[in-house]
């Protein structure tokens, strides 16, 4: 039994995390699903919640966790 996880730089930030591919926040560039880290996730929620403005979903508990091989 192995697992993986998928690393790349957040679309927002540009530090490098890792995540779960099907599962991580991610925002649409020309067509492409490019990921958020979870640092940005609450930077913006705190920043919506000063502005009185909806909050982003919170990001699904394994979305910055490894994934099983077998769902790659």
Do not use: Q, W
């Not at 927002?12 to 926040?25: A, G």
């Amino acid at each position: 039994m192995a697992y993986a996880t998928v690393f790349s730089a957040c679309i927002v930030c540009k530090k490098v995390f890792t995540y779960n591919p099907h599962k991580v926040p991610s925002i649409r560039v020309d067509g492409t699903r490019e990921p958020v880290c979870e640092s940005c996730i609450i930077r913006e929620n705190t920043r919506r919640t000063l502005e009185g403005l909806e909050l982003l979903p919170d990001p699904h508990p394994d979305a910055y966790k490894p994934i099983h091989e077998s769902e790659l």
